[in-house]
């Protein structure tokens, strides 16, 4: 992106397979300018400039996606780049707004809110954890800061809504760094297994109007914002693939603060381009899960939680604390007849994964071990010992999931 007053005297025309394009630079309402390719059509060409200027127009068998923003090429094995470059050139100089702003938006998580960017920046093919953004109150910042990612990726950046997420139409998406999505809402299960393997995906089908499907590479992040802090995405227990940051007001109004940190972004792109990362590669989405548990997160996870789950762990609790255990032993059959106990109607698939997807506990061979039960008015009793496949439940897993549920 450039300003419209820096666009080129000569607009080039291009051959890719068999179609014309030409690209222009299209007027944006903030007086800048952005470059895009449109179809041309070849007897204009011809009636504007005669049949010999075909041999003049750079011809490309077709189109790639390679994203870089720091050793970007346009022509790539005799492939046009769909991949946009960015128009900021790295130099040496202080950011104090950007800074400023980052701390807000990342707090106490700030060195890893620069290494996400940073390998944005020069690692655009590494995945990355889903970033959400979320809180109830107004003036966070939540949607300046998807318009300073637009700012530093340009036209690599696209805007959709909740329905655009749903559209089986994609094709938009293709070759975009970042997809951001203001005011999500995406709290149906189809919903959070679409994003969470779209995030961790190599390829996907995309697909136009009126065109066939087709398989392209996929090197998106997702940067949500919401509203709401409990569920404004689907998101269970052991689920490691969402960094969820919750944003407070921001302390005063600066409603010049994109034209300020866009005069930084020199500065800042020098910055990420020299910093020393503070993290290790240590999971497929480079943080290590530990790094991105926040409290934000345990709310969205608590919420979610089904009537059986918080049961389940409600009953653990009581007979670890009532027998004063270090671990608790039992089978699925021990936990469906305690749960119609308490009320609720539960089977043994459902209790199953609970136990395996959202807990990631699996079952030891057959063990011989000591039964507990838990009586209608509430009293822990043991029973007969017998042999089962059995689930254990140490205190470091009950108290991080009893930490899930502390901060609703």
Known sequence: MVDAKKEPQEIPYLRVGTSILKRVWMPLSNGRSIE?????NMETLRQDFGKDYFAKIPKYDGFCTVPSHTDYRRDIHGFLNRYEPISTVPAEGEFPHIRDFLEHIFGEQIELGYDYLQLLYVRPQQRLPILLLVSQERNTGKTTFLNFLKLIFEGNVTFNTNEDFRSQFNDD??????VCVDEVLLNRREDSERIKNLSTARSYKAEAKGKDRREVEFFGKFVLCSNNEHNPVLIEAGETRYWVRRVPPLTHDNQNLLADMRRELPGFLFFLLHRKLSTCEESRMWFAPRLL?????????HYNRSKAEAEIIAIIR????????????????????????RGIRSDHPTVRRILAENWQ????????YTRYAITYNGEVIRQDSKTARVYTVTRVILDELLKCGASQ
């Open 36 to 40: 895009t390719l449109i179809p041309w």
């Open 173 to 178: 998406w293709t070759g975009k760094l970042l």
């Open 293 to 301: 548990a926040t409290e934000a997160l345990r709310r969205i996870i």
């Open 318 to 341: 009581d007979i670890m604390d009532a027998e004063e255990l270090e671990q608790y032993r039992f089978d699925i059959s021990d936990m469906v007849n305690m749960l119609e106990i």
């Open 361 to 368: 506990l699996l079952p030891a061979p057959p063990t011989y």
